[in-house]
Nanobody
């Protein structure tokens, strides 16, 4: 069992940056692949980025490549999402997720076992 707590969201102007954090409690954090998803009002939850259990493999959704960076610190049981050059279309609630499956990358929300509560990111134009 893993509990995830998202933080770091806020209001930022277009072109600005934010860093999201996801703190995990429970056993074996380092055995889980982790990801970030987002959900804008009236839209389905969509995949943003994923990182393998070791941190050695990364995967990004096309619209965030070159702007967002996912990372993890297994000693601190934390995964991060550094978001640069933010655009108004990045506005959404961002969720971290953990998966027990070993396949990578997993890009469908049903493939993840545990979820954070979400953190709001709002980018003004």
């Amino acid at each position: 069992q893993v509990q995830l707590v998202d933080s770091g969201g806020g209001l930022v102007q277009a072109g600005g940056s934010l860093r999201l954090s996801c703190a995990a409690s429970g056993r074996s954090f380092s055995s889980y692949a982790m990801a970030w998803f987002r959900q804008a009002p009236g839209k389905e939850r969509e995949f943003v980025a994923a990182i393998s259990a070791s941190g050695g493999s990364l995967y990004y959704e096309d619209s965030v490549k070159g702007r967002f960076t996912i990372s993890r610190d297994n000693a601190k049981n934390t995964v991060y999402l550094q978001m640069n050059s933010l655009k108004p279309e990045d506005t959404a609630v961002y969720y971290c997720a953990a998966a027990t499956a070993t396949k990578f990358p997993l890009r469908v929300h049903d493939q993840y076992n545990y979820w954070g509560q979400g953190t709001q990111v709002t980018v003004s134009s």
